[in-house]
């Protein structure tokens, strides 16, 4: 444990080193810049850097206390962070690519600094502040551009910062590029900033050795849930900042002009409006009034007009409506139209009384106007002070209050997406996929996978100290009890499957007996059903390369024809020796009694399979399909059912080639055997008559097959014969 602490406390000294030289880089860098006055950032060099070298957190760390620290100087710096992280992002990715040690990928990396940079820096510059041309380092060229062009002042813009941002990224890239050229390997690895809470493993191959891909990913999942919640939370934050600040704007709008109106009011001698109306500047006092107001909405950008007007049933009686630059004043007593912003003030300005600020977008634009009752010594209202202030700037304020807050969070967002994920990857993520790659892979076949399986699961060495760790202790344990379970369950299995081969052949050797008992009453079969289980397998395994009723000729099928064909003739034991051994032609009863061995060997089968579970009968099922329908034929006249074509069960089609094949090569005490040649003829005379077509061709095309099988048995049923004779 102790080598362990020493080991994180080696490694988070050495990050805080390359953050601290990363940011010294950074900050030398943008001083160099301002120093000599060059048209350059170099504020991102030690950025790109300590990702190259560490990875995303020390590259983001730099990125971020980089413009936090400027920020102190300059504020507007601060609103850049986003995209000074981004760039440390990407360049973890790219040399963890390898692309600073390929020429031919660094122009790609130029440029996407210079996107990051140059174009989406312009873009913030825009929403933040719109574009000067007298201020920033890429002002003249901008200006230049713009003189010389048919371009925008925003295009023009554009086309200088990406043009500036070009040069400062090359020389970005190449001193990154170049340090990791020159540092050796060993040196590099040691910058690695990684939060391993277990052996380390191979990252890039460990997802392709899990099995079940397609599923949905942990890492995915977490970066949703977390990048979700930022987003809600940025935005509920930004949507609440953003009505306050509206809220506060108009609230400071209102309180500057009701102070502009109490001026233009206390400049007024209500005593004398009915006189300004009547003669207006000939009247003592009206031109230094009118002067007043004048140099009140000269005093600010924001006061659009100031003016007094007496409010009557007819409309504004124009008292004061001094020029401006655009708009040139009504002459007094000049009557106006009441604007819509006012209708639904009308009856407290016909009675004199005072109104609340009243915004308005219609004729002179987004306009707040307050207006400010003047009273006489009676304390009648004799006219109405007005003042109209310009709320366009606050729009304005707006969106770049807007775009301020959303760059911050945007920066926050980053910082706290690449912590979280770098977190979540090795507490989370890779000791769960670690543990299910060696759960993948894990053996207990035998002693030597089995504490192969244990050995991988102790060598993880997992310790996070939460519930992935104990988890993790509960793996091993169980490890450790499934091996010792195993090895016992291994041989209990070996023991089971010893048992269950001898009881195989057990049963297997008692069928051929029963068949043996059967024929031994037939003096005329002699290895008949050994011959015929052979030659049913020969059809089958044809029948299955050819592509033909494949999907019934599955390994157990085929198996279990050939385990249950000697039981074909199994009836044939009910059938008196008188016919069955009768050495010339059947009479017809005799015939007919003949026949009843299909369904005797059916009923004694069935009997036997009411005797085991449904789950053991399978080759009883084929067997008594064997003893029944045997004797039916493809065109339906045959017995007992005259049952035709796939109506007949497959396995009895193939016992009809095969039985008939071998009685017609056998010899008899009746007559000879018909060569291998005749006996072919005949099977294939009986195609689409008595034997299934693709049945009969299976068995033609697997001839050398089955002239093997019958001549392997020619001479041991010689020997039989020969023997029942003597007997």
């Given at each position: 444990m102790k080598e362990k602490n020493k080991a994180a406390i080696s490694r988070n000294t050495i990050a805080l080193l390359l953050c601290g030289v990363g940011l010294l880089i950074n900050l030398v860098g943008v001083r160099i810049a301002l120093g000599f006055h060059l048209p350059l950032f170099l504020d991102n060099i030690g950025s790109a850097l300590a990702g190259a070298l560490g990875g995303y957190v020390p590259g983001i760390v730099v990125g971020f206390l980089t413009n936090l620290i400027n920020?102190?100087?300059?504020?507007?710096?601060?609103?850049?962070?986003?995209?000074?992280?981004?760039?440390?992002?990407?360049?973890?990715?790219?040399?963890?690519?390898g692309y600073y040690r390929k020429l031919s990928k660094l122009p790609l990396i130029i440029i996407t600094y210079a996107l990051i940079g140059g174009g989406l820096g312009s873009v913030l510059t825009w929403a933040l502040y719109g574009f000067d041309f007298g201020t920033g380092i890429s002002a003249p060229l901008a200006l230049r551009i713009y003189n010389s062009s048919p371009l925008s002042k925003f295009w023009s813009q554009f086309c200088a910062d990406m043009l500036i941002d070009l040069l400062d990224k090359t020389i970005t890239v190449l001193i990154v590029a170049l340090t990791l050229r020159l540092l050796p390997e060993r040196i590099r690895q040691l910058f690695v900033y990684s939060g391993w809470k277990q052996r380390p493993v191979s990252l890039k191959g460990m997802e392709k050795n899990i099995e079940g891909k397609g599923r949905h990913s942990l890492r995915r999942e977490i970066i949703l849930l977390v990048a979700v919640a930022t987003m809600v939370t940025a935005l509920a934050v930004t949507a609440i900042s953003f009505i306050h600040f509206r809220k506060a704007s108009m609230e400071e709008q209102k309180t500057f002009a009701r102070g502009v109106v109490q001026v233009v009011r206390e400049s007024i001698d209500p005593e004398k409006i009915d006189e300004y109306l009547e003669k207006g500047e000939a009247v003592p006092g009206y031109t230094e009034s009118e002067f007043v107001l004048k140099k009140l909405m000269d005093s600010s950008e924001y006061i659009e007009y100031c003016y007094v007007y007496r409010i009557e049933e007819d409309g504004c009686h124009v008292v004061f409506d001094p020029d401006t630059e655009t708009v040139p004043g009504e002459d007094p007593g000049t009557v106006i139209p009441f604007d819509h912003a006012f209708e639904e003030f009308l009856p407290e300005l016909l009675a004199g009384k005072p109104i609340e600020p009243v915004t308005s977008n219609e004729t002179y634009g987004w306009l707040l106007t307050v207006y400010d009752p003047i009273y006489n010594a009676e304390g009648k209202c004799q006219a109405y002070a007005a003042v109209d202030i310009n709320m366009d700037h606050i729009a304005r304020d707006g969106y770049q209050f807007l775009a301020r807050v959303i760059s911050l969070f945007l920066g926050l967002i980053l910082m706290t997406l690449t912590i979280v994920i770098w977190l979540a990857e090795y507490r989370v993520i890779v000791p769960i996929n670690s543990m299910a790659m060696v759960a993948s892979h894990a053996g207990y076949e035998n002693k030597e996978d089995r504490i192969r399986t244990v050995q991988e699961i102790e060598d993880l060495e997992i310790h996070t100290?939460?519930?992935?760790?104990?988890?993790?202790?509960?793996?091993?344990?169980?490890?450790?009890?499934?091996?010792?379970?195993?090895?016992?369950?291994?041989?209990?299995?070996?023991?089971?499957?010893?048992?269950?081969?001898?009881?195989?052949?057990?049963?297997?050797?008692?069928?051929?007996?029963?068949?043996?008992?059967?024929?031994?009453?037939?003096?005329?079969?002699?290895?008949?059903?050994?011959?015929?289980?052979?030659?049913?397998?020969?059809?089958?395994?044809?029948?299955?390369?050819?592509?033909v009723y494949e999907d019934q000729l599955t390994d157990a099928f085929i198996q279990d024809v050939i385990d249950s064909a000697p039981l074909h003739d199994v009836g044939k034991i009910q059938v008196p020796d008188a016919?069955?051994?009768?050495?010339?032609?059947?009479?017809?009863?005799?015939?007919?009694?003949?026949?009843?061995?299909?369904?005797?060997?059916?009923?004694?089968?069935?009997?036997?399979?009411?005797?085991?579970?449904?789950?053991?009968?399978?080759?009883?099922?084929?067997?008594?399909?064997?003893?029944?329908?045997?004797?039916?034929?493809?065109?339906?006249?045959?017995?007992?059912?005259?049952?035709?074509?796939?109506?007949?069960?497959?396995?009895?089609?193939?016992?009809?080639?095969?039985?008939?094949?071998?009685?017609?090569?056998?010899?008899?005490?009746?007559?000879?055997?018909?060569?291998?040649?005749?006996?072919?003829?005949?099977?294939?005379?009986?195609?689409?008559?008595?034997?299934?077509?693709?049945?009969?061709?299976?068995?033609?095309?697997?001839?050398?097959?089955?002239?093997?099988?019958?001549?392997?048995?020619?001479?041991?049923?010689?020997?039989?014969?020969?023997?029942?004779?003597?007997?």
């Open positions: 920020g102190i100087g300059d504020v507007t710096t601060a609103y850049y962070s986003s995209l000074t992280m981004l760039i440390a992002i990407c360049s973890t990715y790219f040399a963890s690519k100290g939460d519930e992935i760790e104990n988890l993790y202790k509960a793996i091993v344990m169980n490890t450790h009890d499934m091996a010792a379970t195993t090895e016992n369950m291994a041989m209990y299995i070996a023991q089971m499957q010893k048992q269950s081969q001898t009881i195989g052949r057990l049963q297997n050797g008692m069928i051929l007996v029963l068949a043996d008992m059967v024929e031994s009453r037939d003096q005329n079969t002699g290895e008949h059903v050994r011959k015929t289980a052979a030659y049913t397998g020969v059809i089958m395994r044809e029948l299955r390369r050819e592509h016919i069955l051994n009768k050495p010339g032609k059947l009479t017809d009863e005799e015939f007919e009694i003949m026949k009843t061995h299909t369904t005797a060997g059916s009923e004694i089968i069935t009997s036997a399979i009411d005797m085991v579970s449904e789950d053991d009968s399978g080759y009883l099922q084929e067997a008594r399909n064997l003893a029944h329908y045997h004797h039916e034929k493809w065109n339906g006249k045959g017995y007992p059912d005259g049952l035709s074509g796939t109506d007949i069960p497959l396995s009895a089609r193939i016992m009809a080639v095969a039985d008939v094949f071998d009685a017609l090569v056998s010899k008899r005490s009746y007559k000879d055997g018909f060569p291998f040649e005749k006996a072919m003829s005949i099977i294939k005379e009986g195609r689409g008559e008595h034997f299934d077509p693709a049945i009969v061709d299976a068995f033609v095309n697997a001839g050398d097959e089955v002239r093997q099988i019958m001549e392997s048995h020619m001479g041991r049923e010689e020997t039989s014969q020969r023997n029942g004779s003597a007997d």
